[in-house]
């Protein structure tokens, strides 16, 4: 399996203030049709995950521009330009180029 | 918008099967674009894959699961189902149904969520 793991475990962020989530696979991401299938997801206090960005870099329907996702083979990061309230939860990076799809650890994103 | 709902018992006890059925409203179970999958999440913890299942049936199991899961589809009813057999304390957890899409010939990720059921495995 691809092992996803995921840095920092947690982050306290003042409101207005940027915030960055690293995610390293243990193999490339990279397809043979040259996109790259990793994703972002946010789960909020007692709600299932939600995706914010797909295929590194692309936002989801409805998702905010202040998430922005970036990276290449083995190494991503998402980052939220000005954190609002509404953003705490755990972030989760998840391969989905081989079977299983395999999820990092998460990171908990609290509010200063 | 596509809606999922997860239903089945909260309560299983060791060594019997847990049975979940997930509910699909808003889009057609039937649609070829689509992988209808399970994942699973111990309190506390991360995400698990469990499987998934297309419309014609055929499914793919995590390995780690494989020798006790079984994933069914009813097209006529939009739901698809979770069996878990042999469960153990192990396996409490909230499970959830998920759509996955095909984002090409193989790669497929999830797009919509279940609200997610909690199963706790005690005698």
């Known amino acids: 399996d691809i092992v996803m793991t995921q840095t920092p475990l947690s982050l306290s962020v003042t409101p207005g203030q940027p915030a960055s989530i690293s995610c390293k696979s243990s193999q490339s991401l990279l397809h043979s049709d040259g996109k790259t299938y990793l994703y972002w997801y946010l789960q909020k206090p007692g709600q299932s995950p939600q995706l914010l960005i797909y295929?590194?870099?692309s936002r989801f329907s409805g998702v905010p521009d202040r998430f922005s996702g970036s990276g290449s083979g083995t190494d991503f990061t998402l980052k939220i330009s000005r954190v609002e309230a509404e953003d705490v939860g755990v972030y989760y990076c998840?391969?989905?180029?081989?079977?299983?799809?395999?999820f990092g650890g998460g990171t908990k994103v609290e509010i200063k | 918008q596509v809606q999922l709902q997860e239903s089945g018992p909260g309560l299983v006890k060791p060594s019997q099967t847990l049975s979940l059925t997930c509910t699909v409203s808003?889009?057609?179970?039937?649609?070829?674009?689509?992988?209808w999958s399970w994942i699973r999440q111990p309190a506390g913890k991360g995400l698990e894959w469990i499987g998934r299942?297309?419309?014609?049936?055929?499914?793919n199991y995590n390995p780690s699961l494989k020798s006790r899961v079984t994933i069914s589809v009813d097209t006529s009813k939009n739901q698809f189902s979770l069996k878990l057999s042999s469960v153990t304390a192990a396996d409490t957890a909230v499970y959830y149904c998920?759509?996955?899409?095909?984002?090409?010939?193989?790669?497929?990720?999830?797009?919509?969520w279940g609200q997610g059921t909690l199963v706790t495995v005690s005698s």
């Open positions: 998920a759509r996955g899409k095909i984002a090409a010939p193989g790669p497929y990720y999830f797009d919509y």
């Open positions: 295929e590194v870099s």
């Open positions: 808003g889009g057609s179970i039937s649609s070829g674009s689509y992988y």
């Open positions: 998840m391969q989905g180029i081989h079977l299983p799809p395999t």
């Open positions: 299942i297309y419309t014609s049936g055929s499914t």
